[in-house]
């Protein structure tokens, strides 16, 4: 870290996705807030309001109190449906991987306001309705273990995964099996389920339950709901001579096993709160959200039944992803994508991704997290960005807004250049041209944009003007921006590229009374003149269309206070708002712009491209020590 003490706040390196210079929160409500962010709150049956967040607040003041970590617990992943019709296979794939690494994301927001961290415990329950469902124990070991690859390979370190075995520990202990061979899983796992079978839940009725809790009745739906398909072909629903059983007795055997399933479920509960008293409860199922037990929303923008688990991930061709049943998308015109030598998801069939035959047989497509594609090359083919078609680049922009190309050779300026005019018409600056060159010169004055100070978030062009008809000004902002890392061979800390999806913040970000005040304003910037832009105090709209996409984007400059950096500072306030009230807000909002969900933190590799969307995301850089990190942009329409 940084320590020098006359270097500007700006300098400093710090953690990327913490917006530095708005108002801190109560600890414990910040991390309250985090968590809520997570939560499944559609609807008017939740009652998180009413008592949840209170107790939501008691278990986590406990814990922050006593300056530990946060603890998370969120039983689930217990085995692949057995149904085909469902999912792709019996080990994990996309679906999977996409809620681990949601747990990661939840874990890592509390961690970046509050020191000690948190920690999601993910208690696997396979063992527990394995055996009910058909699924041997060595399915449910190879599942498990495989989870547990996968999180090495994507270091995602703040999961941490719990057997049944580990439940009958004493409260508090170290648990004893975290690393266990197929053997040892197999013997335990029948112990586990033997002294699970024997435990006796105080009080409970299931009877009483579905009449008086929520969540055991919504849980209960739910399973007599994934049963019709998890049973297709069952020996379990046909007669002795392999008939099917008629639709009534079938309705009475998924019943029978639902309600096996929530007795079992119940005793596993039990261990779990008794393992786990201090922590915080999350829970896969529809919950009332008045706790102790909170649901979480497993995929965003999708209902609380979409458990990967059960499901299958589709990339539709405009980029955005579905979870379903892999029955319903056979209509859908698609490849399977694999990865680890199995199918991992569906990619709907698209013109964007056939970059012809000089090309596409040696690039693969992968997806970014949270959001974002990368094309990789093939390393033993010699691929430049000469032999790429700018007009899929273009349109590939439009669907995921981030795109990466790496692997491929560096090119020259003119080349740079000559690419970046098939894609689009190039803006050229006047006291630079086409070519800006990203590296500390103290030459240039653009604020802090030639040095290593960190950047606010922005959008480029946002100072770049244009006369209305009327004769006011506004501004004129590029559509896509073009980069070309050249050199990073010095860098060894901080130096990041944050691209944020807008249309994402406003879609899960705002809620809709939020969302409503934003619609009907405007906001005000002003940066003192420097030798490129600046010296007029704009007025402009917070949301606004992105004509090539159709979202609705945020538009949006973070408020750069004079005191954080050694170069020019800039205004920003909301008009038709109350000092108080813009301050605040604009607080929110640069929050929601650093928001792990929404902020892809890109580290730069010498030969990378980067096609952005300037106007479906706003973007900075992080503060890094002086070095030779340089990269050349273009800006394209």
Known sequence: MQTDIDIAPAATISNPHVAQWVAKHDTV?????????????????????????????????????????????????????????????????????????????????????????????????????????GRSDLTVYQYNAELRRICQELNLTHLSFVRLIDLFDTPGSPLASRDQTQDEYLHTASEARRKLTELIVPGWDLNVMLKSDYGVLMTYRGYLKFLISDLENSKLLQTADGKSLPRTQAEKVRSGIAKQMLEFGARFSLLVERRFPQGVRLSCHLHNQQGPKFGIRLFRGHNMNASPWHNTILERADGSLAIGSYKSFRDVKHIVVERYGRPYFLRELSPATDLGERISPYVSFERNYPFGMVIVADPKINLSLQDVPMDKIRILTNLHSALLLRGFSSVDRAVFRAKCDEMGEVIEWPKFGAILELKENPNLDMNSSLTCESMPMHYDGVFK???????????????????????????????????????????????????????????????????????DLLKLPIIMKNDETGHDVLRWHEHWPQHVTKYKHADVFINDATPEKSTSFGDHLSRLLYDRRFCYAHTWAKGDYLFADNVEMMHTRTAFRPCARELWRIHVN
């Not at 939560?39 to 300056?67: C, W």
């Not at 070309?484 to 010095?490: G, L």
């Not at 999806?501 to 906001?523: C, I, K, M, P, Q």
């Open 465 to 535: 003007t244009k006369v209305l008809p009327d004769g006011s000004k506004t501004h004129d902002p590029p559509k896509y921006q073009v980069f070309q890392c050249i050199d990073t061979t010095e860098l060894s800390e901080g130096g990041q590229t944050l691209l944020t999806n807008t249309n994402h913040v406003l879609r899960f970000g705002l809620t809709t009374a939020e969302r409503d005040w934003l619609e009907s304003r405007t906001y005000s910037v002003f940066t003192p003149l420097n030798q490129v832009f600046g010296g």
């Open 29 to 133: 409500d910040a991390v309250v807030g985090v968590v809520e962010k997570f939560l499944y709150l559609d609807g008017p049956a939740h009652e998180f309001e009413k008592k949840g967040r209170s107790h939501l607040r008691a278990t986590i003041a406990n814990m922050v109190q006593r300056h530990e970590h946060i603890e998370l617990i969120f039983p689930g992943f217990p085995f692949k449906s057995p149904s085909l019709n469902k999912v792709l296979g019996v080990l994990p794939d996309y679906a999977d991987e996409l809620l681990l690494r949601r747990l990661e994301i939840l874990a890592l927001s509390i961690e970046d306001i509050y020191p000690p961290g948190a920690l999601v415990r993910i208690v696997s329950d396979g063992v527990v309705y394995g055996a009910i469902l």
